[in-house]
């Protein structure tokens, strides 16, 4: 019995640390695993220009943030003027695009599996807020192409990619006739179209003031949870809350066993308390 009442606070103690134990999310601040990502984010001296409101927080290098900003970048050796030169209104979405892709730590919940030989994961469907799409094709529809998906069906016989033999040059409000058909397409479903604005914490922003913080991080929190509690009924639930219900069970389920082994006379007992159902 005296063992029993000198265990008792100790599982009090256990059952109350385990409550406020964090719980890594591990589809939040994380880097996918493609050609030039870091293994995970951090903070960079400098980023160049556009790329430069990822600085605090970036799964690129200073050397990739530069590069993406090249008409004929190393990184994969693409050439953005394959059907002349394309207009810089139109190219500094493309730039932003790349740096979107590079840079960001927000993008977890959306990383999918990836079959190509350059990269293991790629993003699929990521949210982008209606105004970035709408500006992107507003500033692009007179810029020439002559493919509909940029990803794939190139002629790579220079090492950089040109127009497929047969294809035209096309302006791109023909390519794309609407914002949709440019984001969802370009790069084969990468992003999605929303009606979602900007500030709704519902949708990824391409554009964004660093001096405001970066408003994608509540994004892929709503996200994440949403992805983990996707049961009809948890829509209003407040992804909070939430995390807090889930925390504690988890980190009960951790300490449980060694609590036990403290106290073997609560083990009989411990359904009827609700332990058992979580």
Known sequence: AGRAMAAGPVLLVLLAAGAVLPVRDPLLNVCMDAKHHKSKPGPEGKLHDQCSPWKDNACCTANTSSEAHKDESNLYNFNWNHCGVMPPKCKRHFIQDACLYECSPNLGPWIDQADSSWRRERILHVPLCQEDCKQWWEDCRDAVTCKENWHKGWNWATGWNRCPWGSMCRPFSEVFPQPKDLCEKIWSHSYKYTTARRGSGR?????????????????AKYYSWKKRSSPAGMEDLAPESNQ???????SVLVLLPLALVLLPEVACGCGSHGWGSL
Do not use: E, S
């Open 203 to 219: 949708c990824i922003q391409m554009w964004f003031d660093p001096a405001q913080g970066n408003p994608n991080v509540v994004v």
């Open 244 to 250: 807090a219900v889930c925390a504690l069970p988890w």
